[in-house]
Nanobody, 121 residues
Framework: QVQLVESGGGQVQAGDSLRLSCAAS????????MGWFRQAPGKEREFVGG?????YYPESVKGRFSIYRDNTKNTVYLQMNSLKREDSGVYYC?????????????????WGQGTQVTVSS
């Protein structure tokens, strides 16, 4: 079993930066596919990036968001720059030993509880 705990959310202004953390426990996730998703009220969960041995981002965040790992801490980070109001939502990290599609929430076995990000203009 893997437990994931997100942290680092908060309320920021448009244009600000924020770094979210996803700390894993139970076993190492250094070889897992790690995904970041967000969900706004009334909307479906949306993929915002992932990391395995490479990284993958959707067009909506490419160039603004970056994901990296610290294997010594069993932690994955989501660095978000140039935040926009539409980036607001609950951000979740997810893990799976393998995925067929990065952007499908159903591919991931383990999820954190989420952390709220609110961007105001």
């Amino acid at each position: 079993q893997v437990q994931l705990v997100e942290s680092g959310g908060g309320q920021v202004q448009a244009g600000d930066s924020l770094r979210l953390s996803c700390a894993a426990s139970g076993r190492t996730v250094n070889s897992d596919y790690m995904g970041w998703f967000r969900q706004a009220p009334g909307k479906e969960r949306e993929f915002v990036g992932g990391i395995h041995f490479d990284t993958y981002y959707p067009e909506s965040v490419k160039g603004r968001f970056s994901i990296y790992r610290d294997n010594t801490k069993n932690t994955v980070y989501l660095q978000m720059n140039s935040l926009k109001r539409e980036d607001s939502g609950v951000y979740y990290c997810a893990a799976s030993p393998t995925v067929r599609r990065w952007d499908s929430p159903r591919e991931y076995d383990y999820w954190g509880q989420g952390t709220q990000v609110t961007v105001s203009s």
